[in-house]
């Protein structure tokens, strides 16, 4: 079985006598990506990340771990082509016609992946720091735009400067991006703009026209729902992807827009139907959306995209897009930072939030390999076939844009999806230094004629913008108007939104995002009575302030393996066999212990194998994960590090056990929950998922026995003691 991002042209979708029916994707695993081991020991470097030998044709050779993302290879090689392009990508590129006379990148602990594309930076506005949050939290853009609906209006900025413009992009690129859809609001030179046929430097595909509004209500239209007295209408340009903002917020007001932009409207006077587009139509944030929406979007002959903001989302509305449903019904989701006024500064910390909320809020649905599909492959295949067909790959005949990160003591994917900004050490746009580790850009030819120093958390960088705007970053910080915000954070940026879920408005269930015991993804519903138990499915206003549960199976859409029937055979799933999952583990431990779990995977009656996934939830604050599984037979491997996420098949009545150990965070006191959940595999259903988690809690407190009094004699710091 392949993972999410893997599968999506091969998935089946009809409607039959009024039934939906689909081929689901389920849970993506953390093993699911094909690993090839080329078996090759590279030198360690004698300085910096990599070696580096001097070529004569303009070809470069990178040797290290690579990740295309389709399939990930260790000790591999990278060959790019003198015009820029991609030649080969294999364990040996001997045979390639520019192999002898290139220059060569020997990186034992490089990590090379597609350069990033942010699905949605609106530059024009992202240039100034996070606007604070009040805890206030909105059901429709219109109410944090305008104010409307007795809401505070939030202090938007003014339309930024050329030299603003390209510090935001510049910003973007020092995180790896080599292409971004801005907003119709790019700059010449630094990344591509997917959405400006002028600056995207790919001559013959097609740039995406995108528009904010699509209704024409910038003005703040609300028309009731289930009719279209919408101010207007910009819609698709002939030839060209069709990218609008839909659906954004939590209601039905919300989802209107979409009812009155595609056939869900039907004869509804005033409606426009963009569905389909013959290049095809991503939807930008699309929160309200419901069953019925998504199979619109799936059976389009070019299926539809969504641009996926979590952190932005999550700031303004506690709750985001649903990408699990999306994801299982075969839409690409791409990844974008929003801006910088809500989300995030650059795609490193958009990644970092996509991926803390995968693990603490939907059982780890989405797998490392699908996270970093959508900040690269996703991003460019909803922006049309002919930018997907040159961008977000490494395959013979696709453009350079590679990055290559430091990954010293991490796993590959790690090296991405916890990178900081320091750890980018090369940018290569159409093969050509952009920005990197000093040496590196140096080596590849950046010198001081076109590129200057920098340093970034510490490390020595250069970067080549000079190259592209005729300036420095250094000169354009100094005279850039209205700029208001770093190019860099080493950390976590001051005043990030927080990317935990949150909302304490009057209208419907509140929540904290605190998960714990009783409720384990932390949307306001006891385990109990949760139709998603594991995955975050607040009640919405959109679904009369209830979970959504279309087919009302008892399952949540967000969950449910076929949302679309009571009976997933319906979807064309069969039943699999009855996984069940146990976790042991200390109820107290101290800041700094090193923590032991242990977990059962069993698979009991139902059918008699089980494709099976044992996905173990650990906070972020138990660190340096290392496990054992057993027994070998059944297991992909006997040990490992990092979070345990293992697939494995199980006859009726074998079970595997794994051990996870981790060190608690020195400075933490408070509880800490950690989840182990099953999964089947994609084609099958679990007859009876009650028992696929479980959970455990962990008391952390600081050791009083050394505090209090009790050092000094004092009987009352003794009573203090703990444990």
């Given at each position: 079985?392949?993972?999410?991002?893997?599968?999506?042209?091969?998935?089946?979708?009809?409607?039959?006598?009024?039934?939906?029916?689909?081929?689901?994707?389920?849970?993506?695993?953390?093993?699911?990506?094909?690993?090839?081991?080329?078996?090759?020991?590279?030198?360690?470097?004698?300085?910096?990340?990599?070696?580096?030998?001097?070529?004569?044709?303009?070809?470069?050779?990178?040797?290290?771990?690579?990740?295309?993302?389709?399939?990930?290879?260790?000790?591999?090689?990278?060959?790019?082509?003198?015009?820029?392009?991609?030649?080969?990508?294999?364990?040996?590129?001997?045979?390639?016609?520019?192999?002898?006379?290139?220059?060569?990148?020997?990186?034992?602990?490089?990590?090379?992946?597609?350069?990033?594309?942010?699905?949605?930076?609106?530059?024009?506005?992202?240039?100034?720091?996070?606007?604070?949050?009040?805890?206030?939290?909105?059901?429709?853009?219109?109410?944090?735009?305008?104010?409307?609906?007795?809401?505070?209006?939030?202090?938007?900025?003014?339309?930024?400067?050329?030299?603003?413009?390209?510090?935001?992009?510049?910003?973007?690129?020092?995180?790896?991006?080599?292409?971004?859809?801005?907003?119709?609001?790019?700059?010449?030179?630094?990344?591509?703009?997917?959405?400006?046929?002028?600056?995207?430097?790919?001559?013959?595909?097609?740039?995406?026209?995108?528009?904010?509004?699509?209704?024409?209500?910038?003005?703040?239209?609300?028309?009731?729902?289930?009719?279209?007295?919408?101010?207007?209408?910009?819609?698709?340009?002939?030839?060209?992807?069709?990218?609008?903002?839909?659906?954004?917020?939590?209601?039905?007001?919300?989802?209107?827009?979409?009812?009155?932009?595609?056939?869900?409207?039907?004869?509804?006077?005033?409606?426009?139907?963009?569905?389909?587009?013959?290049?095809?139509?991503?939807?930008?944030?699309?929160?309200?959306?419901?069953?019925?929406?998504?199979?619109?979007?799936?059976?389009?002959?070019?299926?539809?995209?969504?641009?996926?903001?979590?952190?932005?989302?999550?700031?303004?509305?506690?709750?985001?897009?649903?990408?699990?449903?999306?994801?299982?019904?075969?839409?690409?989701?791409?990844?974008?930072?929003?801006?910088?006024?809500?989300?995030?500064?650059?795609?490193?910390r958009e990644l970092r939030c996509a991926a803390d909320f995968n693990r603490d809020y939907l059982a780890g649905f989405f797998d490392p390999e699908a996270l970093l599909t959508a900040a690269t492959l996703d991003g460019a295949a909803a922006a049309g076939a002919?930018?997907?067909?040159?961008?977000?790959?490494?395959?013979?005949?696709?453009?350079?844009?590679?990055?290559?990160?430091?990954?010293?003591?991490?796993?590959?994917?790690?090296?991405?999806?916890?990178?900081?900004?320091?750890?980018?050490?090369?940018?290569?746009?159409?093969g050509v230094p952009m920005t990197g580790d000093a040496a590196l850009v140096t080596a590849l030819g950046g010198d001081a004629s076109v590129c200057d120093d920098l340093v970034v958390c510490g490390r020595a960088k250069r970067e080549c913008a000079r190259r592209?705007?005729?300036?420095?970053?250094?000169?354009?910080?100094?005279?850039?108007?209205?700029?208001?915000?770093?190019?860099?954070?080493?950390?976590?940026?001051?005043?990030?939104?927080?990317?935990?879920?949150?909302?304490?408005?009057?209208?419907?269930?509140?929540?904290?995002?605190?998960?714990?015991?009783?409720?384990?993804?932390?949307?306001?519903?006891?385990?109990?009575?949760?139709?998603?138990?594991?995955?975050?499915?607040?009640?919405?206003?959109?679904?009369?302030?209830?979970?959504?549960?279309?087919?009302?199976?008892?399952?949540?859409?967000?969950?449910?393996?076929?949302?679309?029937?009571?009976?997933?055979?319906?979807?064309?799933?069969?039943?699999?066999?009855?996984?069940?999952?146990?976790?042991?583990?200390?109820?107290?431990?101290?800041?700094?212990?090193?923590?032991?779990?242990?977990?059962?995977?069993?698979?009991?009656?139902?059918?008699?194998?089980?494709?099976?996934?044992?996905?173990?939830?650990?906070?972020?604050?138990?660190?340096?994960?290392?496990?054992?599984?057993?027994?070998?037979?059944?297991?992909?491997?006997?040990?490992?590090?990092?979070?345990?996420?293992?697939?494995?098949?199980?006859?009726?009545?074998?079970?595997?056990?794994?051990?996870?150990?981790?060190?608690?965070?020195?400075?933490?006191?408070?509880?800490?929950?950690?989840?182990?959940?099953?999964?089947?595999?994609?084609?099958?259903?679990?007859?009876?998922?009650?028992?696929?988690?479980?959970?455990?809690?962990?008391?952390?407190?600081?050791?009083?026995?050394?505090?209090?009094?009790?050092?000094?004699?004092?009987?009352?710091?003794?009573?203090?003691?703990?444990?």
């Amino acid at each position: 079985m392949a993972a999410v991002a893997s599968n999506r042209s091969s998935r089946p979708w009809r409607a039959v006598a009024g039934t939906w029916i689909v081929g689901l994707v389920g849970f993506a695993g953390g093993s699911r990506a094909g690993v090839v081991d080329c078996g090759v020991t590279i030198p360690p470097a004698t300085s910096g990340l990599c070696n580096f030998t001097a070529g004569s044709n303009g070809a470069l050779r990178y040797r290290g771990a690579i990740i295309t993302p389709k399939k990930t290879y260790l000790g591999a090689q990278l060959m790019i082509a003198p015009d820029g392009t991609v030649d080969c990508v294999d364990c040996d590129c001997s045979a390639s016609p520019f192999a002898a006379a290139a220059a060569k990148l020997d990186c034992a602990q490089g990590v090379a992946t597609p350069g990033l594309v942010d699905a949605l930076d609106l530059l024009d506005g992202s240039y100034v720091p996070p606007l604070a949050d009040t805890g206030e939290r909105y059901d429709h853009r219109h109410d944090w735009r305008t104010g409307a609906r007795g809401h505070t209006a939030l202090a938007l900025p003014a339309a930024a400067s050329l030299d603003a413009r390209r510090l935001a992009e510049a910003r973007l690129l020092l995180s790896g991006v080599t292409s971004v859809v801005g907003g119709s609001s790019g700059v010449s030179g630094l990344v591509r703009n997917l959405d400006d046929p002028a600056n995207s430097g790919l001559p013959g595909a097609a740039a995406v026209t995108f528009t904010s509004f699509p209704l024409a209500d910038s003005a703040g239209a609300f028309p009731p729902p289930g009719t279209c007295g919408y101010p207007g209408f910009d819609g698709p340009t002939t030839g060209r992807p069709y990218w609008a903002t839909v659906a954004e917020g939590t209601d039905a007001e919300a989802r209107n827009e979409l009812v009155c932009l595609s056939d869900v409207g039907g004869s509804i006077p005033g409606s426009h139907n963009v569905l389909p587009h013959p290049a095809g139509v991503t939807l930008v944030h699309a929160l309200a959306l419901n069953p019925p929406d998504v199979f619109e979007l799936a059976g389009q002959t070019i299926p539809a995209s969504v641009a996926w903001t979590p952190r932005s989302d999550l700031r303004l509305y506690g709750q985001t897009t649903p990408v699990t449903m999306l994801a299982r019904f075969g839409l690409h989701v791409a990844l974008g930072t929003g801006w910088s006024p809500t989300g995030s500064r650059d795609m490193l910390r958009e990644l970092r939030c996509a991926a803390d909320f995968n693990r603490d809020y939907l059982a780890g649905f989405f797998d490392p390999e699908a996270l970093l599909t959508a900040a690269t492959l996703d991003g460019a295949a909803a922006a049309g076939a002919a930018i997907a067909a040159r961008l977000g790959e490494l395959d013979r005949g696709r453009v350079a844009d590679v990055v290559i990160w430091d990954g010293t003591g991490k796993q590959p994917f790690d090296a991405v999806l916890s990178a900081e900004p320091r750890e980018v050490a090369l940018v290569l746009r159409g093969g050509v230094p952009m920005t990197g580790d000093a040496a590196l850009v140096t080596a590849l030819g950046g010198d001081a004629s076109v590129c200057d120093d920098l340093v970034v958390c510490g490390r020595a960088k250069r970067e080549c913008a000079r190259r592209d705007l005729g300036v420095s970053l250094t000169q354009l910080l100094g005279s850039a108007s209205g700029y208001a915000t770093t190019l860099v954070s080493c950390g976590v940026p001051a005043g990030e939104p927080t990317c935990r879920p949150s909302r304490g408005e009057p209208d419907g269930v509140q929540y904290s995002g605190e998960r714990t015991l009783a409720d384990w993804d932390g949307d306001g519903v006891a385990n109990g009575d949760d139709l998603c138990p594991v995955v975050f499915d607040p009640p919405r206003p959109l679904n009369g302030n209830l979970q959504a549960d279309f087919d009302g199976d008892g399952r949540g859409d967000a969950c449910d393996p076929c949302p679309s029937a009571v009976d997933p055979a319906e979807c064309g799933l069969t039943a699999g066999a009855d996984l069940s999952v146990a976790l042991s583990g200390p109820g107290t431990a101290h800041p700094g212990d090193l923590v032991h779990l242990t977990s059962v995977l069993t698979a009991g009656g139902g059918g008699p194998t089980a494709e099976a996934r044992l996905f173990v939830a650990t906070p972020a604050a138990l660190s340096g994960l290392t496990w054992s599984c057993s027994p070998l037979a059944l297991c992909p491997a006997a040990n490992g590090s990092g979070a345990v996420d293992l697939w494995v098949d199980l006859a009726s009545g074998q079970s595997v056990t794994v051990q996870l150990d981790g060190a608690l965070d020195p400075s933490l006191e408070g509880n800490l929950l950690v989840l182990a959940h099953a999964q089947v595999g994609e084609l099958e259903w679990d007859p009876d998922p009650s028992d696929n988690t479980a959970a455990l809690a962990i008391r952390v407190r600081f050791n009083a026995v050394f505090s209090g009094g009790f050092e000094s004699g004092t009987p009352a710091g003794w009573s203090a003691a703990f444990p």
